[in-house]
């Protein structure tokens, strides 16, 4: 599975930007994936930002990016969003995508939701984010 990411570019404090997640692999489909955004700055660890069920019904977000962030997915076109407001130097990293190949297969066919955070990988090569001060 691969996937690649689009939409970053350079903003300034305050400003908006939209993510695209994207599969590159013929015939992967996320319908039935759980999919999750993370991010990783220079010199420090991946943390997941945010991360949304294959149902879309549930969804999860870190502390430091609630209320500002927002994922979405939109099956019939393969894809998952990150829309990425009031943003700030904090949030200059690499964004990425992921897949949770694990256990999504099995809440799919029972109909269930995650509580926990999934392991989501692998990871796509990213889009890079940079918010100027």
């Known amino acids: 599975v691969q996937l690649v990411e689009s939409g970053g570019g350079l903003v300034q404090s305050g400003g908006s930007l939209r993510l695209s997640c994207a599969s590159a692999?013929?015939?992967?489909?996320?319908?039935?994936?759980?999919m999750a955004w993370s991010r990783q700055a220079p010199g420090k660890e991946r943390e997941i930002v945010a991360a949304?069920?294959?149902?879309?019904?549930?969804?999860y977000y870190a502390d430091l990016v609630k209320g500002r962030f927002t994922v979405s997915r939109d099956d019939a076109e393969n894809t998952m969003y990150l829309q990425m407001n009031n943003l700030e130097p904090e949030d200059t990293a690499l964004y990425s995508c992921?897949?949770?190949?694990?256990?999504?297969?099995?809440?799919?066919?029972?109909?269930?939701?995650?509580?926990?955070?999934?392991?989501?990988?692998?990871w796509g090569p990213g889009t890079q984010v940079t918010v100027s001060s």
């Open positions: 992921a897949p949770d190949l694990s256990s999504s297969a099995i809440d799919y066919i029972y109909g269930r939701e995650f509580d926990d955070l999934p392991d989501f990988a692998p």
């Open positions: 949304i069920s294959w149902s879309g019904e549930t969804t």
């Open positions: 692999t013929s015939g992967f489909t996320m319908e039935q994936f759980h």
